[in-house]
Nanobody, 122 residues
Framework: QVQLVESGGGLVQAGGSLRLSCAAS????????MGWFRQAPGKEREFVAA????????FYADSVEDRFTISRDNAKNTVYLQMNSLKSEDTAVYYC???????????????WGQGTQVTVSS
């Protein structure tokens, strides 16, 4: 069992930066791949980024490639999402998730956080 708690969301102007954190409970955090997803009002949840259990391999949605960076610190049981050059279309609730593989499909992740709101003003 893994419990996930996101933090770091907020209001930022377009072009600004935010760093989201996702703290995990339990000793097995390092065994899981981690992903970040987001959901904007009226839209489906979409993949943002994922990282393998070791942190060696990362994947990104085309819409955030070169602007967002996912990383993890297994010693701190935490995964991060550094978001730079934010755009109004990045406004959404951001969720972290844990699963067996770093993939884009949300239904393949077993554990989810409660989400943190990111609002980008233009």
């Amino acid at each position: 069992q893994v419990q996930l708690v996101e933090s770091g969301g907020g209001l930022v102007q377009a072009g600004g930066s935010l760093r989201l954190s996702c703290a995990a409970s339990g000793r097995t955090f390092s065994k899981y791949a981690m992903g970040w997803f987001r959901q904007a009002p009226g839209k489906e949840r979409e993949f943002v980024a994922a990282v393998t259990w070791s942190g060696a391999i990362t994947f990104y949605a085309d819409s955030v490639e070169d602007r967002f960076t996912i990383s993890r610190d297994n010693a701190k049981n935490t995964v991060y999402l550094q978001m730079n050059s934010l755009k109004s279309e990045d406004t959404a609730v951001y969720y972290c998730a844990a699963g067996d593989a770093a993939v884009e499909r949300a239904n393949l992740y077993d554990y989810w956080g409660q989400g943190t709101q990111v609002t980008v003003s233009s």
